[in-house]
């Protein structure tokens, strides 16, 4: 699983300064990404329609803080990626802007007039475009970044904890749960079926009992 460091301007958060967060990724991680850093330049999006055009779209867990109001999922819509490895000089750039229908890839860190070796560089885009959600898999609520029933049942508590909080009521409110997660109807109680073995209505009123025995 793939983890980092997401440092957000101080307005957002109501507090001094650049402010970091920890967060995971649900996207798969292997030998091949072990030496290299991504950084992500973009802006912090409500939803993946939010924004106009298809940029690539990053799905990041947060955990527990004031400015989210308990756990939650950040989406990042990405306008400048970086990839790093830790023994090359010069490092790969995907960019995207608004209006444009792919990124467009280079490379930074060439000294002029030298002989450069951009493998590593090169290898490190195309492991950036391995990754499903830069490939912009989650859209249209379909839930593709959800590539285990384990990190659906995840977030699925995430969601239906926040709904529960937020609304102050023990019976989590579909429509809101699916809007924490991204989801459109149909793929929402097919996901929560074959991850479950159970309907939504089952797994709901498991929920609300919880609650029940909280309060």
Not at 29 to 58: C, N
Not at 131 to 151: E, K, L, M, S, V
Not at 181 to 201: G, I, L, P, Q
Request: glycine letters at 8%.
């Amino acid at each position: 699983m793939i983890g980092g460091r997401l440092v957000v301007p101080s307005h957002i958060v109501g507090r001094d300064g650049m402010y970091p967060w920890v967060f995971t990724t649900p996207y798969p991680w292997d030998e091949r990404y072990r030496a290299y850093t991504f950084e992500l330049f973009g802006r912090l999006i409500r939803e993946p329609e939010d924004v106009q055009g298809k940029p690539p779209i990053w799905s990041l867990r947060v955990g527990d803080d004031p400015a989210l109001d308990g756990p939650g999922i950040l989406h990042i819509a990405v306008w400048r990626a970086r990839v790093f490895h830790r023994d090359a000089a010069v490092h790969g750039r995907a960019d995207w802007r608004p209006g444009w229908t792919e990124e467009v890839c280079s490379y930074s860190g060439i000294t002029l007039g030298t002989a450069a070796d951009v493998r590593k560089a090169d290898l490190g885009l195309r492991l950036l475009k391995d990754i499903p959600t830069a490939h912009r898999g989650r859209q249209d609520g379909d839930g593709a970044y959800h590539h285990t029933d384990a990190a659906f049942l995840a977030d699925l508590d995430e969601a239906i904890r926040h709904v529960q909080g937020s609304t102050r009521r023990a019976k989590p409110d579909a429509r809101l749960v699916m809007r924490q997660m991204n989801y459109e109807k149909s793929a929402f109680y097919k996901r929560v079926k074959d991850a479950t073995r159970k309907r939504w209505k089952d797994v709901a009123a498991e929920y609300e009992l919880r609650g029940i025995q909280r309060n």
